[in-house]
Structures are given as C-alpha cells and as structure tokens.
Antibody, heavy 120, light 110 residues
Framework: QVQLQESGPGLVKPSETLSLTCIVS????????WSWIRQPPGKGLEWIGY???????NYNPSLKSRVAISVDTSKNQFSLRLTSVTAADTAFYYC??????????????WGQGIMVTVSS | QSVLTQPPSASGTPGQRVTMSCSGS????????VNWFQQLPGTASKLLIY???ERPSGVPDRFSGSKSGTSASLAISGLQSEDEADYYC???????????FGGGTKLTVL
C-alpha cells in the first residue's frame, strides 16, 4: 500500500527558507507525477507545484519565483523548498500523487500533512 | 484571474440528497476534467470523484459527479452523518497552466 509522509521543521523564521520532504513508500516514485499542496488554517487548498515523471516541474505562478520541487529517486522521496517566507506562508503542507500519467489534478494519495508556522 | 466558485456551505438531513456546485470558465471546467475531494475534519483530503464522474475504488456509489459547460456538480444521496466534511473541486486551468481549487463547500448534516 502506497503511503506518503511529510517531514520537516514546524517553525520557520520570516525571510528564511521552508524545506519539506515527502517520503514515498510502497511504490516507485519514478512512476508518477507528484505535487505539493498547502492549506492555511481555516482556509482552502492551494496548489504549489508539480514534479512530473519526466523530471520537469511546473509551479503555481503566484509562487514560482520562490519555489522549487525536486526528487531523489535513490531515497524515493521528493522535496519542497520555499524561499523568503512570510506569515502568509503559514499553512498545512501536503504532498500528493497524481492518479495517472495524465496530468489532471486527480490526486489519489495524500500525506497526512505537516503544519508549518512562519514566525520569529 | 481564473477562479473556481463553490458555495461556502450546504446542509441536509440524514437520508436526503444534496448537491453542490463548482462554477468555472472556458479555460478550466469547460475544457478539462473536474475532480472532487472530501476533507474530513482534521484530516488530509481524499479523492472522491475524478474525470468528472468516475469514483475511485472504495468510494460509495452514493457519491456522483457531473459536468455541463462551465459548471460541475457533486451529489450525495442517502446523506449520512459521516459525510459531514469540506468538499473541494479541482481542475486544470489552461490560462494558469496549473491546478485550480475551488474555495470549498462545508457540508453540515443536521
């Protein structure tokens, strides 16, 4: 059974870099497209970006200048880096898997989420 | 700016049928498939409907999806107390070149 588990610091200082990792177990990370999605407390979901099975990436234009998603196939995990964070980046961060090879945001597997607070 | 609009709330009594809408535009709902997610309180989201009207394995047939033009709908029949959750639609937007989520509908089972 495929499982996703986010890890990383729960507290990041303003202007610093948020770094999270999603460990994938139960299947090869190379077979799918992967995304990061976030949700500010009490608010809706926001797509952050994709890492495609081809090795390319696609980011939300609103975050594009600050975000990077990468994959480490040797560890079967993928990562998120978000630079120059502010309080507006405080949110639950989820990693998720695209259901098929078609990129159509049908995220069928999700991590449990990790709360990241931006505060000094 | 591309937006997916969902009503903020919906409600029903046990056994009832409820529907909720997801309104988009020609750059998203009209051209691409719509997905629906259920988020139970304090948990991650779960894929409920994909490709407009397909149910993943394990999702009860009480849940159904449809799409017409620039709008999509999620229907829940035989409403149960455990259906109380937030429901989000999501679709690829050609103008954005990425994923749009609706603002979510909070379903209350009275």
């Amino acid at each position: 059974q495929v499982q996703l588990q986010e890890s990383g610091p729960g507290l990041v200082k303003p202007s610093e870099t948020l770094s999270l990792t999603c460990i994938v177990s139960g299947d090869s990370i190379s077979r799918y497209h992967w995304s990061w999605i976030r949700q500010p407390p009490g608010k809706g979901l926001e797509w952050i970006g994709y890492f495609y099975d081809t090795g390319s990436t696609n980011y939300n234009p609103s975050l594009k200048s600050r975000v990077a998603i990468s994959v480490d196939t040797s560890k079967n995990q993928f990562s998120l880096r978000l630079t120059s964070v502010t309080a507006a980046d405080t949110a639950f961060y989820y990693c998720a898997r695209e259901r098929s090879h078609t990129v159509d945001c049908a995220f069928d597997m999700w991590g449990q989420g990790i709360m990241v607070t931006v505060s000094s | 700016q591309s937006v997916l609009t969902q009503p903020p709330s919906a409600s029903g009594t046990p056994g009832q049928r409820v529907t909720m809408s997801c309104s988009g535009s020609s750059s998203n709902v009209a051209r691409n498939t719509v997905n629906w997610f259920q988020q139970l309180p304090g948990t991650a989201s779960k894929l409920l409907i994909y490709d407009n009207d397909e149910r993943p394995s394990g999702v009860p047939d009480r849940f159904s999806g449809s799409k017409s033009g620039t709008s999509a709908s999620l229907a829940i029949s035989g409403l149960q107390s455990e259906d109380e959750a937030d429901y989000y639609c999501a679709v690829w937007d050609d103008n954005l070149g990425g994923v749009l989520f609706g603002g979510g509908t909070k379903l209350t089972v009275l």
